[in-house]
């Protein structure tokens, strides 16, 4: 399998797209055909061809889209059904992370499972939104407080 992505999350959206050999995915349709390859090394040579775009079949993707300053999310992370659970959403993810320091991924049930298991936590609001952070900006001493409608969070003030 291989992997490829646009150029970093600070300068534009992330987009995460995953190929394999064609005849890697159950339910492929129709064989490959690779007439050109059959010869000295015959099926050994396709083994050893590098996936592309070109000559794979797309498994999965990921989008995240940032507003270049204070907010991250993931949108999408998509794996073909026959392939889940092998990884590949958990590689998806760890490519869109990389390099940025704070993301978002707003999410449910099965979903919350995955993104938990990619490193994600509650957000400190415990709404649906799961929270990525490189560091941990959580602290014992925040509260929230009602502003609104949004929610704020604020250091608790020390009494003397």
Not at 4 to 16: H, K, L, N, R
Request: aromatic share 8%; hydrophobic share 40%.
């Amino acid at each position: 399998m291989s992997a490829s992505s646009v150029p970093p999350f600070s300068t534009a959206p992330v987009v995460v797209s995953v190929f394999t050999k064609p005849e890697y995915v159950t339910g492929h349709s129709s064989p490959v055909e690779v007439t050109n390859l059959m010869g000295i090394g015959g099926d050994w040579i396709k083994r050893v061809i590098p996936v592309t775009p070109d000559n794979g079949q797309l498994v999965g993707f990921g989008r995240a889209v940032s507003d270049f300053g204070l907010t991250a999310s993931i949108y999408d992370v998509m794996v073909f059904p026959a392939l889940q659970g092998r990884g590949i959403g958990r590689m998806i993810v760890q490519k869109i992370v990389r390099d940025i320091y704070d993301i978002a991924a707003l999410c449910s049930g099965k979903e919350r499972l995955f993104f938990r298991a990619c490193g994600f936590g509650d957000d400190i609001l415990g709404s649906t939104t799961m929270m990525y952070t490189r560091n941990s900006s959580y602290c014992i001493d925040e509260k929230t407080i009602s502003v609104g409608r949004k929610q704020l969070l604020v250091p608790l003030q020390e009494t003397s």
